[in-house]
């Protein structure tokens, strides 16, 4: 079963409004979750990296005033697309792993995405 | 050059064929790896992970080259099934905090 679950899974919006899409960790608590983004036979573009208790480190090039992360507890992560823009439209997904000494203990877990559309 | 780059396909095989495939990275220092596989439309999920002594999973085994900084996937007997785009991924640091870096992906056709 999913041990990372992304919410919504589809969402039309219109331009300028805010979305907001969460992120829990279902049976594991993650001090870190991960926001990426993808377009269509593109390949997953880290957006910014969710840090609980303390501000999201974001990639260069990302607005962090446009792509608001909160990550207010353990086990869950929210990423609001602000002013929503057509441009803005894409598959969004989070993904989490374990808090452990080891990656190679807990590897990284996806959401099922979120599907994006603005008009 | 890329942190990590994987030849993107599409590899197009019969059903039955063996198709291997691999995933270069730049930074010697790194530390774990990862074969996810994506289906259209979909999230990744977890194939395996890369151990330096090599692993199998069935029909699937991974190996490490870390003198030549490269991992592998080799499918056998690929089934129709198979088809999806196959993600390497690879992390610099121990930490579970670290950074993960995503190869844009192989995708793979199996035809009847």
């Known amino acids: 079963g999913a041990v990372v679950s992304q919410h919504p899974s589809r969402v039309i919006c219109k331009s300028g409004t805010s979305v907001k899409i969460e992120c829990r960790s279902l049976?594991?608590?993650?001090?870190?979750m991960f926001w990426y983004r993808q377009f269509p036979k593109k390949s997953l573009m880290l957006m910014a990296t969710?840090?609980?208790?303390?501000?999201?480190?974001?990639e260069q090039g990302v607005e962090k005033d446009k792509f608001l992360i909160n990550h207010a507890s353990l086990t869950l992560s929210t990423l609001t697309v602000t002013s929503a823009h057509p441009e803005d439209s894409s598959f969004y997904i989070c993904s989490a792993r374990a808090n452990s000494r080891s990656v190679r203990d807990s590897p990284l877990h996806f959401g099922n995405g979120t599907r994006l559309t603005v008009t | 050059r890329k942190e990590v780059e994987q030849d993107p396909g599409p590899f197009n095989v019969p059903e039955g064929a063996t198709v291997a495939f691999n995933c270069t990275y730049s930074n010697s220092a790194s530390q774990s790896f990862f074969w996810y596989r994506q289906d259209c439309r979909k999230e990744p999920k977890l194939l395996m992970s890369v151990y330096s002594s090599g692993n199998e999973d069935g029909r699937f085994t991974a190996q490490l080259n870390r003198a030549s900084q490269y991992i592998s996937l080799l499918i056998r007997d690929s089934k129709l099934s198979d088809s999806a785009t196959y993600l390497c991924v690879v992390t610099p640091g121990y930490s579970s905090a670290s950074k993960i870096i995503f190869g844009s992906g192989t995708r793979l056709s199996i035809r009847p």
């Open positions: 049976d594991f608590q993650a001090t870190t």
């Open positions: 969710s840090n609980e208790g303390s501000k999201a480190t974001y």
